[in-house]
């Protein structure tokens, strides 16, 4: 039987790009696989029932809106029945919502913009995996993804955070979202990355290349937890 | 499983499925995540629906001081037994019978102090 992969998005501060993360991700399974994904909008603010109301989403993206707490695990074993993978958009809070979704995770995703602040955030955040982990006895990966980067070149600033973490043995993706109109326009939309025209977005096939990226990078940690997993069963 | 390694041409979603130890059940499970979120501090609580926002607007009303001023401004918060609140309750709801007046839970503890530090 297929395992199908639980993705989260996980930042205690709001803001950092987990929604725009998620759906660039989403977009990109789609596209390049044209398998059928769960997206559970797990966010008070619903920000994923805004997208879709646009009426252009792809047929096989479901949209889950989740209520609380107390519907979350059962939404996530749902879109596990129904697709080949499923990602959680969760809001940006400390909330108890997001330790049941790191409870089903096989990949944690921790948005961060390239300010200390930011990264103080996403300690919280690994420390909350590494804690379930140990708890449910189950492997739960985790890697910070830097969102939201200056175009133009890479800031003092993210340099020596991205230098902070790797000595601190904190996993980084080995990819970045750039802050690109792209990404912002699919909200204003409604539509899927590769659904853009030239027309729609100036840069697109920078943003498309980013996305690809972006989707190899978290494959090859599914992947390589996977091979982990069935080498240590 | 095939693993296709730096296959940058197309992506793949197929993964086998790898036991994960025995299920837990659902009470062991909430007991658990809410026993991490403690410790690691995400004890919030998601609202079970957001409150819905009324577009109703309500007839403004004139200011007027409230009539009721009790002068207890202390919160006081705290979980206690579901046979000791329905206690509170009905000594409240009877005290106000008999005395044809509003006698809030909040006196009814105070009362029951009084009486305490009375007999003490």
């Not at chain 1, 059962?74 to 958009?89: C, F, G, H, M």
């Not at chain 2, 693993?3 to 036991?19: G, T, Y």
Request: with cysteine.
């Amino acid at each position: 039987m297929s395992k199908t992969p639980v993705i989260a998005f996980v930042s205690p501060k709001g803001g950092v790009g987990k929604t725009t993360a998620a759906l660039t991700l989403a977009s990109e399974f789609i596209h390049q696989t044209g398998e059928r994904i769960s997206l559970i909008d797990a966010d008070p603010n619903y920000p994923f029932k805004r997208w879709a109301a646009l009426s252009r989403k792809p047929h096989n993206l479901d949209i889950i809106c989740d209520e609380s707490e107390e519907t979350i695990l059962d939404n996530i074993e749902r879109a596990k029945q129904s697709s080949k993978a499923v990602l959680i958009d969760l809001e940006g809070t400390k909330n108890m919502r997001v330790t049941y979704a790191v409870s089903k995770a096989d990949l944690v995703i921790i948005p961060v913009q390239g300010s200390i602040l930011d990264a103080n955030e996403a300690a919280e955040a690994i420390k909350l995996v590494k804690r379930t982990e140990k708890g449910f006895s189950r492997k739960i990966d985790y890697a910070i993804l830097f969102t939201r980067l200056p175009a133009a070149l890479l800031t003092r600033n993210f340099l020596d955070i991205s230098d902070q973490l790797k000595k601190a043995e904190i996993q980084v993706l080995d990819a970045q979202l750039i802050e690109r109109e792209a990404f912002k326009t699919l909200f204003s939309t409604g539509r899927c990355l590769h659904d853009l025209s030239a027309g729609h977005v100036s840069g697109l096939e920078k943003a498309k290349a980013d996305a690809s990226n972006y989707a190899h990078a978290v494959m090859d940690r599914l992947r390589q937890q996977s091979t982990q997993s069935i080498q240590a069963a | 499983m095939t693993i296709i390694e730096n296959d940058r041409a197309k992506l793949s979603l197929d993964f086998d499925d790898v036991e994960e130890g025995a299920p837990m059940s659902r009470p062991e499970i909430e007991q658990l995540v809410e026993q991490i979120s403690e410790e690691v501090g995400f004890r919030s609580r998601s609202p079970l629906t957001a409150p819905a926002k009324s577009e109703l607007t309500l007839p403004e009303q004139p200011k007027r001081r409230a009539r009721f001023k009790t002068g207890r401004t202390y919160p006081f918060n705290t979980k206690i037994k579901p046979e000791a609140y329905e206690l509170i309750c009905q000594l409240s709801d009877e005290a106000t019978e008999v005395e044809q007046r509003p006698v809030s839970m909040a006196e009814i503890i105070e009362r029951a102090l009084d009486r305490m530090q009375k007999s003490s």
